[in-house]
Every structure is written in structure tokens, then in C-alpha cells.
């Protein structure tokens, strides 16, 4: 019986699956299996998987039609033996430490029911675009999170699957935010904490979820944090809005800038216009971008 469960769900990831999928299969800790399941792509998604099944026989490959996202993380908890499980994505790169590392923690806090890490944000092509340290202790992130800030990164999460199940997994309502959703309950029946360490590459790209469904991403986020309210009877306060991303989407222009990728720069100082049109701050990243000399090199 594996002490692990990595589960990833997949649908139409073939763009950077492969990458992913090796940055799992070559972790220092290999005490694991690794649950993947086809969510009914039409892509060479299944392909790619059912190649890497062959080669490594931690890798239970799993098919479905497409139930979304919600539904297979749930199917693959129902399928885990580990004791603890760990959630990857499809386009996004662990560290090779990343696991071993969560699996000691968790280990050695048994009150700690999720624990997530630090994550360096990246594009398309691996550039980096920011780091994210995130919070470390229980009172700082159970705060956050009834405030509407998914301070947990998902694809960085490791729970207890004593836990996950108490809780009845993720709440099938939730076709986005299901894991704010799922950490403020979790944060109900145990504690809550994050390595500092970055121990994963978390990709930002025009396909991703949080990318194409943003008015719907907020409206559950609303919704997960006015039910956690609910359950524990408090007055809360909703801090979470569109500025989130206005304000990261600024901060990786003016990266990319500094760094000499003027194009980039561009591309992203006209998203941050299209976020919010009457915020100054795009605007101004967008004419610098167009027409301000790179800075020197260094």
C-alpha cells in the first residue's frame, strides 16, 4: 500500500502533459501512485498517458467522458489508497523535492490536515513571471481564505485522505473555486499550513481555467465563502475582487519589461487594460511597453 496518491485529472492537456507528468515521476520520494484520468480529451492526451502507463507501473491510468474537473478529482479520491494525496495539473512542473518534502511535514504535524508550498509562476515558454510565498500558519490562511483568498495553491495541495473523505471531497456545485471551497472545509475539521520553499512552477496561460471562466471563478469564490460563513456562524468580510487580477497581471508586465521582453511586456499590459479600461495603471504599462528603450541589459 503506497503511503502516497498523486492524482491528476486531464482533459485536452497534451501541450505540456509530458513535462508534467515526468516532473512526478522523477521525485526524490517514491513511495506513491500516481492516479491519472482521461476526462474525455480529444486531444493526444490519452495517447502521451498511455504511453507513460507502459513505462512506470506507479501510473494508474484511469478514462472517463468528460465530467469535468469537480467530478474526476472526486472519482480519483474514491480510487486513491495512499494516506495522504497529492494534487498536480497538467500543465504545471513540480519540483523534484516537492513531494518528499510535504510527506516529512505532514509526518511530523499531524493536526495539519492540507498543506501547500510556495510556487514560481511561469508562462508559456517557462519564463518566470513572479514568486508566490504564501502564508504559512493556520490563523493567517483560514483569514484569507473566508475572505475569498485561495491562499492554498491547488496544484501545490497535499491532504490527508482521512480528511478529504470526512469531508465528503469536493462539493460537485462548484464548476470553479472548488478548492477555496474545499480548504475552508477542511480548515473546519483540522489545521491548515504552506511550506514557504517554491516547490512548484505554476503555468499561466490563455487556456487555463482562471483564464476563460473569470466572472464565473469569482462568482463561486463569493459563494464558498458566504457558505463557510454560514457553517460557522460569522459576519464575514468578502475582500476578494477583480483587482487580483489587474494588479498580477501589471506586476508581470513590468517583470517581463525589466527582463527585455518587450512583446510580452505588450501582451500584458493590454490584458491588464481589457481587466480594468479606467485603471491609469494598464494604460501606462501598455505605452511603455510600445515605446520605452528596454532597460540595458545586465
Excluded at 87 to 95: G, I, P, T, V
Excluded at 113 to 128: A, F, H, K, N, S
Excluded at 160 to 171: E, I, K, L
Aim: net charge neutral.
Amino acid at each position: 500500500m503506497p503511503e502516497l496518491s498523486v492524482i491528476l485529472s486531464v482533459y485536452n492537456g497534451d501541450r505540456f502533459l509530458a513535462a508534467a507528468v515526468e516532473s512526478i515521476l522523477t521525485q526524490t520520494y517514491d513511495d506513491f501512485e500516481f492516479l491519472i484520468l482521461d476526462d474525455g480529451s480529444r486531444d493526444r492526451s490519452p495517447d502521451i498517458l498511455q504511453a507513460y502507463a507502459g513505462q512506470d507501473a506507479r501510473i494508474r491510468l484511469l478514462s472517463q467522458t468528460n465530467r469535468g474537473l469537480t467530478v474526476s478529482l472526486n472519482q480519483l479520491i474514491e480510487e486513491s489508497r495512499g494516506q495522504f494525496l497529492a494534487r498536480m495539473d497538467a500543465d504545471d512542473l513540480a519540483h523534484p523535492d516537492r513531494l518528499g518534502r510535504q510527506v516529512e511535514f505532514l509526518r511530523r504535524h499531524p493536526q495539519v490536515v492540507c498543506l501547500g508550498t510556495g510556487q514560481r509562476w511561469i508562462d508559456e515558454e517557462g519564463l518566470t513571471l513572479l514568486e508566490c510565498v504564501p502564508a504559512q500558519d493556520n490563523a493567517t490562511l483560514q483569514a484569507q481564505l473566508l475572505s475569498g483568498r485561495t491562499e492554498i495553491c491547488h496544484p501545490t495541495a497535499m491532504i490527508r485522505r482521512q480528511a478529504v473523505r470526512a469531508v465528503r471531497g469536493y462539493d460537485p456545485q462548484f464548476k470553479c473555486a472548488q478548492d477555496l471551497d474545499l480548504w475552508l472545509r477542511l480548515g473546519e475539521v483540522g489545521e491548515l499550513a504552506n511550506l514557504p520553499d517554491l516547490l512548484l512552477n505554476y503555468r499561466v496561460h490563455t487556456d487555463s481555467v482562471s483564464e476563460r471562466r473569470t466572472h464565473q471563478q469569482q462568482a463561486n469564490v463569493r459563494l464558498a465563502c458566504e457558505l463557510a460563513w454560514q457553517r460557522r456562524g460569522l459576519e464575514g468580510h468578502y475582500a476578494a475582487d477583480h483587482s487580483w487580477r489587474h494588479q498580477f497581471l501589471l506586476q508581470c508586465g513590468w517583470h517581463l519589461f525589466q527582463q527585455g521582453y518587450r512583446h510580452k511586456a505588450i501582451t500584458y499590459g493590454w490584458r491588464a487594460v481589457r481587466a480594468m479600461p479606467l485603471n491609469p495603471a494598464g494604460w501606462n504599462l501598455w505605452r511603455c511597453a510600445l515605446t520605452k528603450p528596454l532597460p540595458p541589459s545586465l
